[in-house]
């Protein structure tokens, strides 16, 4: 399994600014992914980022809002842009396992708790 | 597309007493499923997972799921509730090339 930091660990925002989520992997991955999970809520795919190329965002995401770095195989920082409190939520970062035993497995951060005023 | 459905958002027992979480998958080809323990403010941990080999697997922390395929169905069972285990729990699938997808969730209390 990957050890998967995240910072801030949580955070209490203005409307109209903007944060910017970092994810840190103990080892080397191809592919991270982003979540939202939304107050009492389940978790919702926003984006996978792939080293060296583009995010590829889900339906209702959009770079814009969304914009996301993967600047070398263990790190990637999420920006959540012009927030409004509908973006109050749990932002996760996770990663497939690379192993064998561990394919399809995903392995999550602890999530970034933020709330929007 | 796939889907699953956890039946029942909030699930209470008694310690000691058997858990059994619902969930049923919907996918058009053979799935990869996951049951995944969130505690409070925490990340979520993986529970245990079937990726078609045997259809009775079991995880950590004593909890097992059987794949039916003839049900379309992965329930999370434990026999005996601890005080510890109360968490949310996510049932999720994958199958193909789509991204992992999760269910709605399901709240277990676990009363003394």
């Given amino acids: 399994s990957a050890v998967i930091s995240q910072k801030p660990s949580r955070d209490i925002c203005q409307r109209g600014t903007s944060l910017t989520i970092q994810c840190q992997v103990d080892s080397q991955v191809t592919m991270m992914f982003w979540y939202r999970q939304q ?56 990663v497939e396992g690379t192993s064998g035993r561990s394919e399809y497995e995903q392995y999550f951060g602890p999530g970034t708790r933020l709330t929007v005023t | ?72 169905s992965f329930h999370l069972t434990k026999p005996s509730a601890h005080m510890s285990d109360a968490a949310e729990y996510f049932c999720a699938v994958i199958s193909g090339n789509t991204p992992l997808v999760f269910g709605k969730g399901t709240r277990l209390s676990v009363i003394a």
């Avoid at chain 2, 889907?3 to 310690?15: P, R």
């Avoid at chain 2, 990340?43 to 097992?64: D, M, R």
Wanted: proline share 5%; net charge negative.
């Fill in chain 1, 39 to 94: 107050p009492g809520q389940s978790l919702t795919l926003i984006a996978t980022a792939n080293q060296g190329s583009e995010a590829t965002y889900e339906s209702g995401f959009v770079i814009d809002k969304f914009p996301i770095s993967r600047p070398n195989l263990t790190f990637s920082t999420l920006t959540v842009s012009n927030m409004s409190p509908e973006d109050s939520s749990i932002y996760l970062c996770s």
């Fill in chain 2, 1 to 72: 597309a796939q889907s699953v459905t956890q039946l029942g958002s909030h699930v209470s027992v008694s310690e000691g007493a058997l858990v059994l979480l619902r969930c049923n998958y919907s996918s058009s080809v053979p799935p990869y499923l996951f049951w995944y323990v969130q505690y409070p403010n925490q990340g979520l941990q993986l529970l245990l997972k079937y990726t078609s080999a045997a259809t009775l697997v079991k995880g950590i922390n004593g909890f097992e799921a059987e794949f039916k395929k003839s049900e379309t």
